[in-house]
């Protein structure tokens, strides 16, 4: 499984973004893609994780209400939108994929072993 981010870039505070997530190869054996995101010195956090087959998803207590991911009909594109950006949204964003979305939600970024190269974000006033 590819993933290859897009859409990162500068945005003002209080604006919106959206990320995109190309999927290609082997998805045969994926159920949870998501993202991960990564800010300046501090450890990576899980924003937002969809599943495949039952379209459950988790969002980061951080990114409720303001972030949305989903996924388009042909299944191969996860997207995450995202508004009212804060300065602390600032982050590398990392699509990413593994086979249990239940495990995703509960281990994190830890157990997962699928990853774009990340794509930035940065919001500032």
């Known amino acids: 499984v590819q993933l290859v981010e897009s859409g990162g870039g500068s945005v003002q505070t209080g604006g919106s973004a959206t990320l995109s997530c190309t999927v290609s190869?082997?998805?045969?054996?994926?159920?949870?893609m998501g993202w991960v995101r990564q800010a300046p010195g501090k450890e990576r956090e899980g924003v937002s994780y969809f599943s495949l087959s039952t379209g459950m998803v988790h969002y980061a207590d951080s990114v409720k209400g303001r972030f949305t991911i989903s996924r388009d009909s042909a299944k191969t594109t996860v997207a995450l939108q995202m508004n009212s950006l804060k300065s602390e949204d600032t982050a590398v964003y990392y699509c990413v994929a593994e086979s249990s979305y239940f495990r995703m939600a509960e281990a994190g970024y830890k157990y997962i072993k699928i990853w774009g190269q990340g794509t930035l974000v940065t919001v500032s006033s």
């Open positions: 190869g082997s998805t045969g054996n994926i159920d949870g």
